[in-house]
């Protein structure tokens, strides 16, 4: 069984900077895929940015240049770095990962942790 447990949120003022972090345990072979994404209220899902398990990354447009999402094999954790941070990028934020454990892979979910910027 696999847990993912998300840490990081919080309030913080228009342009401040916040660190998400994503922690996977359990019995894990591997990690693929590990992106965030958020939801707004009245909104879908959506995007924010991914991570291969090589590194190569790609981001929502609205986030590019503010945002890094980056991971760390050794410790099966993922982090998103949030700066200049904007009203409009308060949500509540997943993280996913793609994992292989024995009895195959497949995605899995954070709980959620609530980002909120106030102007």
């Known amino acids: 069984q696999v847990q993912f447990v998300e840490s990081g949120g919080g309030l913080v003022q228009y342009g401040g900077s916040l660190r998400l972090s994503c922690a996977a345990s359990?019995?894990?072979?591997?990690?693929?895929?590990m992106g965030w994404y958020r939801q707004a209220p009245g909104k879908q899902r959506e995007l924010v940015a991914a991570?291969?398990?090589?590194?190569?990354?790609n981001y929502a447009d609205s986030v590019k240049g503010r945002f890094t999402i980056s991971r760390d094999n050794a410790k099966n954790t993922v982090y998103l770095q949030m700066n200049s941070l904007k009203p409009e990028d308060t949500a509540v934020y997943y993280c996913?990962?793609?994992?292989?454990?024995?009895?195959?892979?497949?995605?899995?979910w954070g709980q959620g942790t609530q980002v909120t910027v106030s102007s």
């Open positions: 991570i291969t398990s090589g590194g190569s990354t």
């Open positions: 359990g019995s894990i072979f591997n990690i693929y895929a």
């Open positions: 996913k990962g793609v994992i292989a454990t024995l009895p195959g892979t497949r995605e899995y």
